[in-house]
């Protein structure tokens, strides 16, 4: 993907990213370096001036972010993402807003997966601490029912044990086989449960592996993982 915001100049120089099937993959780099502008690139958030965009085999670059999430994408931005005034529960089922069908199953297997939002159902939101925001804000997006999950930034300003449990919630939602791309600030702790790896820098990819590829390679380690 080559691309950047309006008619403005290019943050994008050939960026190339891709997930499978039930896959986690991550984002990683320096600040600058075209993270989040990659993933709004793939969710139809800025304009890809070449390059194409697939998903399930068909490209999908013309297409707005609303036509998107009806093909099965997901996303969660860094922030501004849940509605504050509203109950944990109706922010859930505004998730579901595309939905024909009825949407309860989901409703419970987003609870199964987050007990402490059942728990706080019927709270505000905005009452709610970081993590549990974050958690409120996944689960909306999994009301969708989307087949690839992105995240931007989703542990961002959460504690230590925090984050462990959000990775941790991560990992059992690629297990039901949806994809995970997730730009991520805790660049070690997030290529460990990574299948594959990104590297980017100045908007261009740097280094491309597995999670383990990159924790073991010295380059990525010196540069971006702190030796």
Do not use: C, W
Request: charged fraction near 20%.
């Amino acid at each position: 993907m080559v691309g950047g915001y309006g008619r403005g100049p290019d943050i994008l120089h050939g960026v190339t990213i891709e997930v499978d099937r039930g896959e986690i993959a991550v984002i990683v780099g320096p600040n600058g370096a075209g993270k989040s502008t990659a993933m709004k690139a793939v969710f139809g958030m800025l304009n890809v001036h070449s390059g194409s965009v697939m998903f399930d085999g068909e490209d999908i670059r013309t297409l707005t972010p609303q036509a998107r999430v009806a093909k099965g994408m997901g996303f969660v931005p860094q922030t501004h993402n849940i509605f504050t005034s509203m109950s944990v529960e109706d922010n859930l089922e505004m998730g579901a807003f595309l939905r024909k069908d009825d949407f309860a199953d989901t409703m419970e297997q987003v609870y199964d997966l987050f007990p402490i939002l059942k728990e706080k159902r019927n709270q505000h939101a905005g009452e709610l601490s970081g993590g549990q925001r974050q958690q409120v804000a996944v689960g909306r997006a999994l009301m969708t029912q989307p087949k690839l999950l992105m995240l931007d930034e989703p542990t961002a300003g959460v504690s230590p044990i925090v984050m462990d449990e959000l990775f941790d919630r991560i990992i059992e939602v690629a297990r039901t086989g949806i994809s995970i791309l997730m730009v991520e600030q805790n660049a070690r702790q997030a290529l460990e449960i990574a299948d594959k790896g990104y590297v980017l820098v100045q908007g261009a990819n740097a280094h491309t592996g597995t999670g383990k590829e990159l924790l073991a390679d010295p380059q990525v380690r010196k540069s971006f993982l702190g030796g």
